[in-house]
């Protein structure tokens, strides 16, 4: 008797589709993973759709427009198991930007008709809206973390995925700190691992694309900034990027937000 596969399913909301491309992208890992599971709607990689519901759901992207609000309870409702992945999905991305300023302002300056575009205030992450069974962070997302979560989900597991800071991925491969070594502004220890330290192994600071770690001293590490001649705008600027929303840095970059 043959065993019927999992089925998965990958959505789209706000985003630019980097996500998806690290699915697309796995190579030596994608054909036996699809060896275990059926890909059952994944428009990015083929129009063909079987209709849910769904063991899985992969959901990149964020909330920005009332249909979007509406659809991802749909796509709820159609999964067993939903885990969100990238910046976008799990913080509200950077086009969370537009929860510090007014959006209504926006729509003035860049549309013609602005009464022709629907959209929300804010930028918000999918658990926001409905409940989530696990949070893949990154933008875009590590390829190795995301066949660990998928490879969890067949396994009937929670995922494999540490919650510690960059600053513990530089001294697994030997990468001198940058900010000791040169002075250089870095966010590797409020941020949470999953890119390899990249950034700093190439002499630069961290740039927070994996969001907030679990446990930041972030009070520390501003005050850190500014002896290093940050000024308040940039200290704001570099908590406000692809996870700006997330709770942890909004409330840092507010804290140091000038006061009118």
Same mark, same amino acid.
Not at 42 to 55: H, K, M, N, W
Not at 87 to 116: D, K
Not at 186 to 214: D, I, K, M, N, W
């Given at each position: 008797?043959?065993?019927?596969?999992?089925?998965?399913?990958?959505?789209?909301?706000?985003?630019?589709? @980097?996500?998806?491309?690290?699915?697309?992208?796995?190579?030596?890992?994608?054909?036996?993973?699809?060896?275990?599971?059926?890909?059952?709607?994944?428009?990015?990689?083929?129009?063909?759709?079987?209709? @849910?519901?769904?063991?899985? +759901?992969?959901?990149?992207?964020?909330?920005?427009?009332?249909?979007?609000?509406?659809?991802?309870?749909?796509?709820?409702?159609?999964?067993?198991?939903?885990?969100?992945?990238?910046?976008?999905?799990?913080?509200?991305?950077?086009?969370?930007?537009?929860?510090?300023?007014?959006?209504?302002?926006?729509?003035?300056?860049?549309?013609?008709?602005?009464?022709?575009?629907?959209?929300?205030?804010?930028?918000?992450?999918?658990?926001?809206?409905?409940?989530?069974?696990?949070?893949?962070?990154?933008?875009?997302?590590?390829?190795?973390?995301?066949?660990?979560?998928?490879?969890?989900?067949?396994?009937?597991?929670?995922?494999?995925?540490?919650?510690?800071?960059?600053?513990?991925?530089?001294?697994?491969?030997?990468t001198v700190c940058v900010t000791v070594?040169?002075?250089?502004?870095?966010?590797?220890?409020?941020?949470?691992?999953?890119?390899?330290?990249?950034?700093? +192994?190439?002499?630069? @600071?961290?740039?927070?694309?994996?969001?907030?770690?679990?446990?930041v001293n972030s009070p520390s590490l501003? +005050?850190?900034?500014?002896?290093?001649?940050? +000024?308040?705008?940039?200290?704001?600027?570099?908590?406000?990027?692809?996870?700006?929303?997330?709770?942890?840095?909004?409330?840092?970059?507010?804290?140091?937000?000038?006061?009118?």
């Amino acid at each position: 008797m043959t065993s019927v596969k999992p089925t998965l399913a990958v959505w789209k909301f706000a985003s630019c589709d @980097g996500c998806q491309l690290t699915v697309l992208n796995l190579e030596d890992d994608l054909l036996p993973l699809a060896g275990e599971i059926d890909i059952a709607h994944f428009l990015e990689a083929t129009r063909a759709t079987v209709s @849910g519901p769904y063991d899985l +759901s992969l959901v990149e992207g964020s909330i920005t427009t009332p249909h979007d609000a509406e659809r991802i309870r749909e796509v709820r409702a159609a999964s067993r198991t939903l885990i969100t992945i990238g910046a976008c999905a799990t913080s509200g991305g950077i086009q969370a930007l537009r929860n510090f300023a007014n959006v209504e302002e926006f729509l003035q300056i860049v549309y013609a008709r602005p009464e022709y575009i629907s959209t929300l205030a804010n930028s918000t992450a999918i658990a926001e809206h409905v409940p989530v069974d696990f949070e893949l962070r990154g933008c875009p997302i590590d390829k190795g973390q995301l066949v660990e979560v998928v490879t969890a989900f067949l396994a009937h597991r929670r995922p494999n995925i540490r919650n510690h800071s960059v600053c513990v991925e530089c001294k697994k491969r030997g990468t001198v700190c940058v900010t000791v070594a040169h002075g250089t502004p870095c966010l590797g220890p409020v941020t949470q691992a999953g890119c390899g330290a990249l950034c700093p +192994s190439y002499a630069r @600071g961290c740039y927070g694309c994996f969001g907030p770690a679990e446990t930041v001293n972030s009070p520390s590490l501003t +005050s850190r900034f500014k002896e290093l001649g940050v +000024s308040e705008a940039d200290l704001v600027r570099s908590f406000r990027t692809f996870n700006a929303n997330a709770p942890a840095f909004r409330e840092i970059s507010e804290a140091h937000e000038p006061r009118t």
